[in-house]
Structure formats: C-alpha cells, structure tokens
C-alpha cells in the first residue's frame, strides 16, 4: 500500500499569507492526487484533483501542483473560511490518506 | 444532486460487530466508474479509507483492516452496508461513506461528495 506523508502537520498564518503545504508519496503515483478542507465537524470537501486541476467552485487562489512522488497545495492569500485542516489522497491505487495539515490563525 | 447518508449504531460493545449503512441518492452504483467508499476519523486525528465498492461489485479493503471488514452493495436500494467485527475502543471514530467518481474517460478519481459521517463509540 502507498503510504501519504503531509509537512507541515500545523501552521500558523495570517490573512493575506500565502500557504504551502506539501505531500509525499511512498512511491510515484503520477499525478493521481486529490486534496481536501476540511473543517471542525464537518465532512471534508473536494478541492483538487489529478494534483492540479481545481474542482468547479473552488477559488482561484487555491492551487496545486507536483507529479511523481512530490506534491504541494497552496493558498496564494490565505482568507478567514480558509481556516481548516488539509488532506491529500492518493488515487494511484487504493486510497491512502495523508496525516492532514491544520493551518490556524497566527 | 448526489446526497449520501451514513445510519448505524451510535454505541458499540467491545468485541461486538458494527453495522452501517449508507443510503445515497443522485446516483447509480451500477453505472461503470462509480463507487462507493467508507472512510474513518477517529477524534482528532486524520482519516482513514477503510473500503470500496465499485460498479461491478469489485471490492477492496484496507490491508491493515481487511481480515475484519466486509462491503455490500444494494443497488435496487441505493445502499452500501459495511460490517466490522471484533470492536475495540481504538475504532471509535466517525465514520464516513462518499462517492467514488471518475474523470470521463480516464482513470483519475476522486471522493465527492461525502456523508455528514456517524460517530460510532466502542465502550462498555
């Protein structure tokens, strides 16, 4: 099975930062990598797909990018409903999720 | 719209067997492509993928849970069950079913949407 690993696990920010998060892969999958928000008691939220393209409705300012092994998520202006925490997944093979990324309020 | 919701046991018996079922609409399980995963979080901590079921009832598992785990689907009911025997408190969790779907005429996937998630409490 392939094995997800997020860095950081949590960051401090604030409104305007740009953020980045990065996702490694146990072994290349591609670019068959999702990522997803999720916030305090609710589901998680699909954001992007194939490590780059971005789901309808989902703000510009989020992006990804990366292939092979080495992946990255980033807010380019961080906004307050961005508050939450982040999870790539893998779809290579059978699902993997990676550790998630909480990114707080500085 | 797609809507998936999961329905079980709140509480569960260590030892005991858990049962959960997901109802969903908007969609057919058997349309190619098309699946259905579980998918776990145990309070403050990340999710877990637990087990899929696809259109053509191919079914897999999460290698570390797979002796313990079982999927089925009912498709003339719009329901996915899984079962999990031998509870422990370590399964606490909320547990989550979501769509499986494909880019058209590829093979990247992804899980939207999701359920609102069940949480499920092993104790005595």
């Known amino acids: 099975d392939i094995q997800m690993t997020q860095s950081p696990s949590s960051l401090s920010a604030s409104v305007g930062d740009r953020v980045t998060i990065t996702c490694r892969a146990s072994q290349s999958i591609r670019n068959y990598l999702n990522w997803y928000q999720q916030k305090p008691g609710k589901a998680p939220k699909f954001l992007i797909y194939a490590a780059s393209s971005l789901q309808s409705g989902v703000p510009s300012r989020f992006s990804g990018s990366g292939s092979g092994t080495d992946f990255t998520l980033t807010i380019s202006s961080l906004q307050p409903e961005d508050f939450a925490t982040y999870y790539c997944q893998q779809s290579y093979s059978d699902p993997s999720f990676g550790g998630g990324t909480k990114v707080e309020i500085k | 719209q797609i809507t998936l919701k999961e329905s079980g046991p709140t509480l569960v018996a260590p030892t005991q067997t858990l049962t959960l079922t997901c109802t969903f609409s908007g969609f057919s399980l058997s349309i190619s492509g098309v699946g259905v995963g579980w998918i776990r979080q145990p309070p403050g901590k990340a999710l877990e993928w637990l087990a899929l079921i696809y259109w053509d009832d191919d079914k897999r598992y999460s290698p570390s849970l797979k002796s313990r785990l079982t999927i089925t689907k009912d498709t003339s009911k719009n329901q996915v069950v899984l079962t999990m025997t031998n509870m422990d408190p370590v399964d606490t969790a909320t547990y989550y079913c979501?769509?499986?779907?494909?880019?058209?005429?590829?093979?990247?996937?992804?899980?939207?949407?999701w359920g609102q998630g069940t949480l499920v409490t092993v104790s005595s």
């Open positions: 979501a769509h499986r779907t494909s880019l058209t005429g590829t093979t990247v996937n992804w899980f939207d949407p």
